[in-house]
Structures are given as structure tokens and as C-alpha cells.
């Protein structure tokens, strides 16, 4: 009998007449918690079973927000949509139909700016915050409520009088020019992928399982929909004018307008005006004010009758491809970019524009001098989004990606899957050389003052530098024989290089590109491994294990270790005396109730991170291992833990203990 085969159909038959009760029936019969239950072990063991895929199965169902590792919550009101339209024409209309179907009495409108963000919905009990949960599908969103206490600007706790005992307040959670700036220039220095518009940052940042991370991002919110049995006014404009004064974010742009030529110089204002908020925003809402009249205007299956959207048009500009060169990053990824005839976007002169790769080349069938269209709407990096083919010059050739290393000459390779094609040859290629260089050297790695671009560019065209270990066998008669003021420069590199021995393990990791590992994936793995040595040794099973640590992370520090010239920098940075381990501060164990025992941690806690885990097993005397075996005393288990190590667990019957349990055995 196959076990495994019979539950997986027994999970997915529940599963689906739990859905149809749910969504169709609106009468459920379990839990949102024992749903997510059944639906995790469904999702663990078709892992284990790719052989009875199939893409009905109700784990297989797409198309909203919601995320693994957060509780679903369903909405009290359905969070419904906007209609909306590019056209003034169409907004005149929507105002003159309001107006028509409210007889015998004034339609005031309120307009607003549309903010370009993610959907929040806040949900306050005695004038406190108990719930923020997303959009999710529109019925059911995902309960984000740790993420979003960290934004400083939503209030807690409310202030001043006159709230109703229960409501609901909506808005969009944004994240400011100047913080998605400041993150998209961190990505970049670590060649992560960039965030493409600050509404793909918001919302990824508020998916984060790490509440710290995503209050380290710098997220904001704006308020603009209140709902509830017994809101203070009749109005929407005052009912928002009150909840500014709770503590709410609430526009000024938020205006009252009675006549149609109101609402257009309305939009003809802010139409440029926008350009200097400090967030996002991609159009405006005009909403009918008084709440009566919304209510006999009523909805659409979609969205309500007494408002509608007017999105900006995303500013555009046509200019001349002069030619498009391919440029080689630290990691070897060649980036392809087009250089165009300088044109005037949005009040800065673009020069450049990047191509991606290229499946955006093909797709965009650009060939040599088109007259291209840059665009940069909601994106702050302008991009190519189209050809104006009617101007193409005869005979003009299509742009090929290029088959070399335009540094280097080596065939470029493409990575299974992905969209980047790289340049395999990570030890003798130039700019890779150089720019691993200049990161290890930089301020957050090893903090090599007075190493800059240049004369990383100098030592490496001189011969005396092809690898960061190179930087401590430098000489001082090596510096000064490039510079005129040699001998000041050497005395002051020579110092820096030296002082830099004592940067802790986690920058080093950091510093030594190891493609994907960014600054707080070092810190990660630099804690859960504690030296060098163990994380040379350690599986891909075993890192995947550590917060936040991918496959992606995983394979690619197993790629790195695996590679004897990374192998041979290793032992030469660590020969000239570089801090290869964790300052461990042993600290007493605060009990011994844990004294012997090898634990092993699976999967996401609510209540700490696995690293906290890791140091309260090691506080109560206890010790933390990175595979099972027949030594393990037991699991410490939280949500999703791998199906396979479950399987091992089971098999080896080693106790399965959850997050409450461990607490209660330690005493918290
Ligand atoms: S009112 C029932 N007002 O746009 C209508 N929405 O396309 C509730 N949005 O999901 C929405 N700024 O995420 C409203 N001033 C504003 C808005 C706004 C941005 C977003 C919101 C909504 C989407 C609708």
C-alpha cells in the first residue's frame, strides 16, 4: 500500500470541500488554521512525491498575494478595486453621471492622490491597533501585523477622542523615494536584483519574515478609507480630516471639489505637482464625499460606483539608439546597456537605460540607430519600452547579445533558468577581478581606507594585484612606485591593510563575493557556521537550514568553497592573519535543562529567530546540529520544516517538539 499516495489524495479531496465551503458556500466547517495545516502537509509531502504532480491540486491555486508563513485572515468588508481610466474625458463623464443620479441635491467630490504602494487594511479595537492584514485575494489577506507595527508613522495606540470602539481604516503602505533609493543603491552594491518601482519594494518588504528587516527598510503609510458601524461623520472628507487627527497619515492633497472644472484643474495641478512628493504616486481618486450617496450609488462586482481612478501617463520620451554596450559586473553577469541620444525625462537628462538581458533585447526587436521609447513612470532606473519601427533605417541590423566576454574574450555562458548570461571565467577576467577587489576592500567589508576604484584599477594593470589575498603581500616599494607622494601613501595603505585583520568573520564572508550572499546573508551564515572551516564543510541541506539562506545561497556557497583558486584565497587571507571564526562570548548557561542535548532547528518561529533558537539551546547547555541522526535527542520544529528532515525525524523516532513546548521546557 502506498502510504504516501493515499493521504496526499485523502488531503487534497478535503482540501478542495473545505475550498467550495469556504468560498462558495460561505460556511465553513474548519478553521482558517486547520485548513493551513492540512495544506502545509499537503504541500510537504507532494515535495517529496513530484511523481503525482498535479496542477489541480488545491495547493496549486494562484493568483493573490498571500504568502506562505503568514496566518490568513478573511476581511470584515471585501477590499475591492478601482475602475479607472488614462482619460480626463472619462472622468468628466464619471462626475457628470454622479451627478446625474443624485437628484435634488449638491455631489461634492473629494479628490486624493492615488498612492503607489499596497494595500493595508488596519483594524482598531478601543483605540488600539489588533490587526493589519493585506489585500490578499480581496476576501482574505495575509495577517502582517508584526511587519507593519514597525511602521513608525501608524499609530498604536490613538490619540485624541472620538473613535468608534471597532473600525476599520485603509490605506497604502509605501515606501518613500528616499528609503527605496537608498535600498535599490544597497542591492546594487551587493548585485541582488534591483527593485524595479517602490511599489514592488513595499510589498516585498512587507512580506519579509524578518520584522527587523522590514523596519530597517523604512516603510510609510497614507490613510484613505474608514469603515465601520459608527464612524464620527457623514462625510468621507470628514471622517478622514478626524482620523488625522487619531494619528493617521492623511494626505493634504485630500480636497473637496463641487464643479467639473474643479476636478480638472485639480488633475492639471497635480499632474506635475506630484513629481515633488516624497512617494510614489501613480494617478488620483475622486470620490463621491457624502456617505449616503455612496451608499445609494452602491457597487459594481469590482468596485464601487462613487469613485473612480485617473492614472497618470508614465512619462515617455523618444531618442536615438547610438549603440548598446555589454558591461561585466563583479559576479560575471553581463549587463546589456543601451546608450542613447541624451533626451530630457522627468526633469533629468538620460543618457543611458538598461537592457536587462537578453529575452528583453528579443522582445523588444531593437536594432541599431531605432528610435527607441525610454519611459520612467513608477521606475527610477528609465527603461527601453519600445521601438518606433516606422523610422528604422533601411537595412538596419538587429542587436545580437554578444557570444564573448567583451572584456575578456570568453564565450559567455547562459545559466539554466535564469535570464543572465555570464562569464565563466571568474579568476583571470578583469573587471570580475576588479571588482571583487574593490568590494573586499570596500567600507561595510574590510574597510581598507585609501584603496579606491583607481588604484585597485593601478595595481591590478602593474600585476600586483589578481586576488584580494594579493592586497597583504603588497610592499610598500610596490605603492610607491606608482604614486609621486609614494611613500605617505604606502605608510597609510600598509596600515589600513594591516588594521583590517581584525574585521569580524561575518564582514569577511561578506567580503569575499560569494555570488548572492549580501551583507546580512554573511551575518547569517557567518553565526549559524561560527568558523571557516565548518562552513567549508557544511551541505547545501545544512545552510538551507539557516534563516533566510536559500537554494540560490546554498548552491552557490557550495560553488564558491568548491573552487580550488577560492579554496587557495581562503588559506592565504586566513595565513596573513584574517578573523576566519565568531568572537565567541561564552556566556553561562542560564540552566542546565538542555545539558547534552543535540537539537536540531527546522522551519519559522513567531516568537524568535532560529538564531535567537540557536543561542537559548546553547544558554540552557544544550547543543545545535545541523543534520539528524541516530545521536539527534530531538527536533525543535516551527512552521513549514522540510519534508524530508520530517521523514528522517519520523523515521528515527526522534521527539518532534514545537516552538510552545521548547519555551515551556526552558522556562520562558
Ligand atoms: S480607495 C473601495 N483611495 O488603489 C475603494 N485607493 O485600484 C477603496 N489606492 O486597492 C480604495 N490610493 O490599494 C483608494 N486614495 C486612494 C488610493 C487607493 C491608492 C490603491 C488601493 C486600492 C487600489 C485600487
Same mark, same amino acid.
Given at each position: 500500500?502506498?502510504i504516501i499516495k493515499n493521504r496526499i489524495e485523502e488531503l487534497r479531496r478535503l482540501l478542495n470541500e473545505y475550498n467550495h465551503q469556504y468560498y462558495v458556500l460561505n460556511a465553513p466547517t474548519v478553521s482558517d488554521k486547520e485548513f493551513d495545516l492540512l495544506l502545509k502537509e499537503l504541500e510537504a509531502l507532494e515535495a517529496t512525491r513530484p511523481d503525482l504532480a498535479d496542477p489541480l491540486s488545491p495547493s496549486c ?13 478573511? +476581511? ?7 475602475? !479607472? ?10 462626475? @457628470? ?6 437628484? !435634488? ?21 478601543? *483605540? ?17 501585523? $508584526? ?12 490619540? *485624541?477622542?472620538?473613535?468608534?470602539? +471597532? ?11 528616499? =528609503? ?44 484613505y478609507y474608514l469603515l465601520g458601524e459608527d464612524l464620527p461623520c457623514g462625510t468621507h472628507f470628514d471622517n478622514m480630516t478626524e482620523a488625522r487627527k487619531w494619528g493617521f497619515k492623511v494626505s493634504d492633497a485630500m480636497t473637496r471639489l463641487r464643479t467639473i472644472d474643479d476636478v480638472d484643474r485639480y488633475i492639471n495641478y497635480w499632474d506635475t505637482a506630484r513629481k515633488e512628493l516624497p512617494v510614489a504616486t ?18 459594481? =462586482?469590482?468596485?464601487?460606483?462613487? =469613485? ?8 515617455? &520620451? ?11 559586473? #563583479? ?24 537592457? +536587462? ?18 519611459? %520612467? ?54 573587471? @570580475?577581478? %576588479? ?6 576592500? *570596500? ?34 616599494? @610596490? ?18 591593510? &594591516? ?22 546573508? =554573511? ?10 572551516? #565548518?562552513?567549508? &564543510? ?15 545561497? $546554498? ?52 516568537? +524568535?529567530? #532560529? ?25 525543535? $520544529? *516551527? ?13 528515527? !523516532? ?9 519555551? !515551556?521546557?526552558?522556562?520562558?
Amino acid at each position: 500500500m502506498d502510504i504516501i499516495k493515499n493521504r496526499i489524495e485523502e488531503l487534497r479531496r478535503l482540501l478542495n470541500e473545505y475550498n467550495h465551503q469556504y468560498y462558495v458556500l460561505n460556511a465553513p466547517t474548519v478553521s482558517d488554521k486547520e485548513f493551513d495545516l492540512l495544506l502545509k502537509e499537503l504541500e510537504a509531502l507532494e515535495a517529496t512525491r513530484p511523481d503525482l504532480a498535479d496542477p489541480l491540486s488545491p495547493s496549486c491555486r494562484v493568483g493573490s498575494d498571500l504568502t506562505k508563513g503568514f496566518t490568513q485572515v478573511k +476581511h470584515i468588508y471585501p477590499m475591492l478595486s478601482l475602475a !479607472n481610466t488614462y482619460s480626463v474625458g472619462e472622468v468628466d463623464d464619471f462626475v @457628470q453621471r454622479v451627478k446625474r443620479e443624485i437628484v !435634488n441635491e449638491e455631489c461634492v467630490l473629494v479628490g486624493e492622490m492615488k498612492f503607489d504602494g499596497t494595500s493595508i487594511s488596519l483594524i482598531y479595537e478601543d *483605540g488600539r491597533l489588533v490587526r493589519a492584514v493585506t489585500r490578499g485575494d480581496g476576501e482574505k489577506g495575509d495577517d502582517v501585523t $508584526a511587519n507593519v507595527k514597525t511602521i513608525r508613522s501608524i499609530p498604536l495606540q490613538l490619540q *485624541g477622542e472620538g473613535w468608534p470602539r +471597532h473600525f476599520e481604516i485603509r490605506g497604502e503602505i509605501v515606501l518613500p523615494w528616499k =528609503a527605496f533609493d537608498r535600498l535599490n543603491a544597497e542591492r546594487a552594491y551587493n548585485e541582488e536584483p534591483l527593485f524595479a518601482n517602490p511599489r514592488n519594494a513595499a510589498s516585498g518588504t512587507l512580506k519579509l519574515l524578518n520584522p527587523k528587516e522590514v523596519s530597517r527598510r523604512g516603510l510609510d503609510a497614507y490613510f484613505y478609507y474608514l469603515l465601520g458601524e459608527d464612524l464620527p461623520c457623514g462625510t468621507h472628507f470628514d471622517n478622514m480630516t478626524e482620523a488625522r487627527k487619531w494619528g493617521f497619515k492623511v494626505s493634504d492633497a485630500m480636497t473637496r471639489l463641487r464643479t467639473i472644472d474643479d476636478v480638472d484643474r485639480y488633475i492639471n495641478y497635480w499632474d506635475t505637482a506630484r513629481k515633488e512628493l516624497p512617494v510614489a504616486t501613480d494617478g488620483l481618486v475622486f470620490k463621491v464625499d457624502n456617505l449616503r450617496q455612496q451608499l445609494n450609488l452602491g457597487y459594481t =462586482a469590482k468596485s464601487p460606483r462613487w =469613485a473612480i481612478a485617473y492614472k497618470f501617463q508614465a512619462e515617455r &520620451a523618444l531618442t536615438k539608439l547610438r549603440f548598446v554596450s555589454f558591461e561585466v559586473g #563583479r559576479s560575471g553577469v553581463v549587463t546589456p546597456v543601451a546608450n542613447l541620444e541624451p533626451v530630457l525625462l522627468s526633469g533629468t537628462i538620460v543618457k543611458r537605460a538598461s537592457l +536587462h538581458n537578453a529575452d528583453i533585447i528579443r522582445s523588444l526587436d531593437i536594432h541599431d540607430h531605432d528610435m527607441v521609447y525610454v519611459e %520612467k513612470g513608477g521606475e527610477i532606473i528609465p527603461k527601453i519600452t519600445g521601438v518606433d519601427t516606422a523610422q528604422r533605417e533601411t537595412g538596419a541590423a538587429e542587436i545580437q547579445f554578444v557570444a564573448h566576454c567583451p572584456a575578456c574574450g570568453t564565450p559567455l555562458v547562459r545559466i539554466d533558468g535564469e535570464a543572465a548570461i555570464v562569464c565563466p571565467n571568474k579568476n583571470a577576467c578583469p573587471p @570580475q577581478i %576588479k571588482g571583487r577587489i574593490e568590494h573586499f576592500v *570596500g567600507r561595510r567589508m574590510m574597510n581598507i581606507d585609501g584603496v579606491g576604484e583607481e588604484m585597485v584599477n593601478d595595481l591590478c594593470d602593474k600585476g600586483y594585484l589578481k586576488n584580494c589575498a594579493d592586497l597583504y603581500d603588497l610592499t610598500a616599494d @610596490q605603492i610607491k612606485s606608482l604614486y609621486v607622494k609614494g611613500d605617505k601613501i604606502a605608510d597609510k595603505i600598509l596600515g589600513s591593510i &594591516a588594521s583590517s585583520k581584525a574585521v569580524p568573520y561575518e564582514r569577511v564572508l561578506f567580503a569575499l563575493s560569494i555570488p548572492y550572499v549580501g551583507e546580512t546573508g =554573511a551575518k547569517k551564515i557567518a553565526r549559524a557556521s561560527g568558523d571557516i572551516d #565548518r562552513l567549508m &564543510a557544511m551541505t547545501e541541506p545544512e545552510l538551507m537550514a539557516i534563516e533566510d539562506v536559500g537554494p540560490n545561497i $546554498a548552491r552557490s556557497t557550495i560553488d564558491f568553497f568548491a573552487d580550488e583558486g577560492n579554496r587557495t584565497i581562503v588559506e592565504r587571507l586566513r595565513a596573513a592573519g584574517l578573523t576566519m571564526a565568531c568572537a565567541a562570548a561564552p556566556e553561562a548557561p542560564t540552566s542546565d535543562r538542555l545539558q547534552g542535548k543535540s537539537i536540531i532547528i527546522s522551519g519559522t518561529f513567531s516568537h +524568535h529567530s #532560529r538564531d535567537e533558537y540557536k543561542a537559548l539551546i546553547e544558554l540552557h547547555g544544550g547543543k545545535n546540529v545541523g543534520s539528524i541522526s541516530k545521536k539527534t535527542d530531538m527536533v525543535l $520544529a *516551527g512552521e513549514n520544516m522540510g519534508p524530508a528532515k520530517l521523514e528522517k525525524a519520523k523515521s528515527l !523516532n526522534i521527539p518532534i517538539i514545537d516552538e510552545a513546548t521548547f519555551l !515551556n521546557m526552558i522556562g520562558e
